[in-house]
């Protein structure tokens, strides 16, 4: 297993860059990146909405990456099969992605985990919030949404309650 082997990030829905767990310990080896985004049949089960937000997405995903003088791979077909490809085309050593967790989704990944340790490759499923850069230390970041809620002694909706002031981050 060579030092310079690239490692793959497999972006699936967090299409972030800047706090994305799986991106981050990729980078944090110093090799080279290679980010693939497979539309694969879980993705394109999606409605007309969300492949149309999917899409925008991708493609501020691509202009970022290519702002940054990296690339995204777009691939189509069954997870594995692409993944097994793009590890035998760049002789990858590790695969990173972001968990998801529906049962079809944790399904896809166990079988996907087996096949590339079968063959050499090591799988890496950052968990979602899990590691934030802060001044050289990770830090857990709170994968739970801001939820808003209505304080106590605040008044009514009638009597100038706003939204706003009833919101609060819940960490």
């Known amino acids: 297993?060579?030092?310079?082997?690239?490692?793959?990030?497999?972006?699936?829905?967090?299409?972030?860059?800047?706090d994305n767990p799986a991106l981050l310990a990729a980078a944090a080896g110093g090799r080279p990146v290679i980010c693939l985004f497979v539309l694969d049949a879980q993705a394109e089960a999606i409605g007309a909405a969300a492949r149309w937000h999917l899409g925008q997405g991708l493609a501020a995903l691509a202009g970022t990456l290519r702002h940054q003088g990296a690339q995204l791979i777009l691939r189509r077909g069954e997870a594995l099969e692409v993944l097994r490809t793009a590890v035998g085309e760049t002789g990858a050593?590790?695969?990173?992605?972001?968990?998801?967790?529906?049962?079809?989704?944790?399904?896809?990944?166990?079988a996907v985990k087996a096949a590339l340790r079968a063959e050499g490759v090591k799988p890496r499923a950052?968990?979602?919030?899990?590691?934030?850069?802060?001044?050289?230390?990770?830090?857990?970041v709170p994968a739970e949404p801001i939820a808003?809620?209505?304080?106590?002694?605040?008044?009514?909706?009638r009597?100038?309650?706003?939204?706003?002031?009833?919101?609060?981050?819940?960490l």
């Open 126 to 140: 950052a968990t979602p919030g899990h590691c934030w850069p802060n001044l050289g230390r990770w830090r857990r």
């Open 1 to 18: 297993m060579s030092n310079a082997a690239p490692v793959i990030v497999w972006f699936r829905r967090d299409l972030r860059l800047a």
């Open 93 to 110: 050593r590790e695969v990173h992605w972001g968990r998801l967790y529906t049962p079809e989704e944790m399904a896809r990944d166990r």
């Open 159 to 170: 009597r100038g309650w706003s939204r706003r002031r009833a919101c609060r981050q819940s």
């Open 148 to 157: 808003c809620t209505r304080l106590s002694g605040a008044p009514s909706r």
